[in-house]
Structures are given as structure tokens and as C-alpha cells.
């Protein structure tokens, strides 16, 4: 496959060029009508039936960049059965998360305070996911930080505006599940971040 060759349909590159434009991350009216985009995207849209089987089980997933411009950026995500992606974080950034293949479990928390977050966080969602689901949404206050175990061999699509960037303060984090804490009837996760090696 040469590098201009493209590996997505011409309905993924349609959502593409609305992100471009619409910039959801600045302009949040656009988000309704790219998750309703995300939501007609269906596995041969990135030819999955054939793609799903080059995934390496020696690893707890794999991800095949599909578009990086400006601030608009798309991975296909691959995550053999029983594999996990642990909790991490998306600073400051929109994501809509599309499962196209097999099913998962997805659990979400929000962060409690204001940015720069740290430490206390609401749980948020913690559901089944597969191809008949809808696109699901991250936001800077919303799903924010997320683990996903692969209950069957599994591919997705996240689509990020603006993508990670460590020099604009958007580095990727790691979390642990420290202890629940109670706080009147709320109760809260302290989510202690886990240092990177
Ligand atoms: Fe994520």
C-alpha cells in the first residue's frame, strides 16, 4: 500500500471534510451533526473484514493512523478479546468514538473539577458497545477519562479535534481506580494518575 493510498471510504472522508470545516471542538453546534455522520459508518467502510484479522495479539491494541491535518486527526483502533486499554484522558479535546466491529465495554468518568484536572472524578457511563451502537462522545468535561476491555476481538474509530500534543499541553494520561469517596450523597472515584515509564 503506498502512503497516498487511502484506507477509508469516501462516506469517512465526507465526515472528514465537515470536521474540517465545522471545527466541533470550537464550535459545538456541529457536534450533532457529526455524530449523526459517525453513526451511518459501517465496517466496510474501512474494509474491516479483511483489516480486523491483520491485528497483533502480542499486543494490547493497535491503532492505524487514518488522517492527520491540522487540527483534525483519525485513528482505527484494534483491540484483540480480553485486551484492554486502561484509563487515560483526552485534555482539552473532543473525540467521537464510533465501534464498528465486534463488542466492548466502555467505562467513562467525568472530571469533578475545572481544568487542569487532577484527582476526584464522577462516573459517568459504564455500557456494552458494538456496531449497532451510537457514536459516543468525549468532551472536555464529558467521558473524559476512559478504559475499554475488548469483549470480543474489536475495532473503532475515534476521531480527534485537535488530536494529543504535548507542546500544547495535551499530553495522554494514565489512571488508576484509587478508592470511592463520599461526599453528601455523591459518591466519587479519586483517580490517581499512574507515572509514565
Ligand atoms: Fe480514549
Keep these: 500500500m503506498t502512503q497516498q493510498e487511502k484506507i477509508y471510504s469516501e462516506r469517512f472522508e465526507k465526515i472528514l471534510q465537515h470536521t474540517q470545516i465545522t471545527r466541533p471542538h470550537e464550535n459545538p453546534t456541529a457536534i450533532p451533526s457529526i455524530l449523526s455522520m459517525m453513526n451511518?459508518?459501517?465496517?466496510?467502510?474501512?474494509?474491516?473484514?479483511?483489516?480486523?484479522?491483520?491485528?497483533?495479539?502480542?499486543?494490547?491494541?493497535?491503532?492505524?493512523?487514518?488522517?492527520?491535518?491540522?487540527?483534525?486527526?483519525a485513528g482505527l483502533f484494534m483491540v484483540p478479546k480480553g485486551h484492554r486499554i486502561p484509563l487515560h484522558?483526552?485534555?482539552?479535546?473532543?473525540?467521537?468514538?464510533?465501534?464498528?466491529?465486534?463488542?466492548?465495554?466502555?467505562?467513562?468518568?467525568?472530571?469533578?473539577?475545572?481544568?487542569?484536572?487532577?484527582?476526584?472524578?464522577?462516573?459517568?457511563?459504564?455500557?456494552?458497545?458494538?456496531?449497532?451502537s451510537q457514536t459516543q462522545l468525549v468532551r472536555?468535561?464529558?467521558?473524559?477519562?476512559?478504559?475499554?476491555?475488548?469483549?470480543?476481538?474489536?475495532?473503532?474509530?475515534?476521531?480527534f479535534a485537535p488530536p494529543y500534543c504535548a507542546d500544547s499541553g495535551r499530553s495522554c494520561s494514565n489512571y488508576r481506580e484509587k478508592a470511592w469517596v463520599q461526599r453528601g450523597g455523591e459518591k466519587l472515584m479519586q483517580l490517581e494518575r499512574v507515572p509514565s515509564s
Design 140 to 159: 472536555p468535561e464529558l467521558n473524559n477519562i476512559h478504559a475499554i476491555l475488548a469483549l470480543s476481538d474489536c475495532a473503532f474509530v475515534d476521531l
Design 40 to 73: 451511518d459508518l459501517q465496517p466496510q467502510d474501512f474494509s474491516l473484514s479483511t483489516v480486523i484479522h491483520t491485528m497483533n495479539r502480542d499486543w494490547d491494541w493497535t491503532t492505524t493512523n487514518l488522517f492527520a491535518e491540522g487540527d483534525i486527526n
Design 89 to 132: 484522558d483526552h485534555p482539552q479535546m473532543t473525540v467521537f468514538f464510533r465501534v464498528l466491529w465486534g463488542h466492548l465495554e466502555l467505562k467513562a468518568y467525568d472530571w469533578d473539577q475545572r481544568f487542569p484536572f487532577e484527582g476526584l472524578a464522577n462516573p459517568r457511563s459504564h455500557v456494552q458497545l458494538d456496531g449497532a
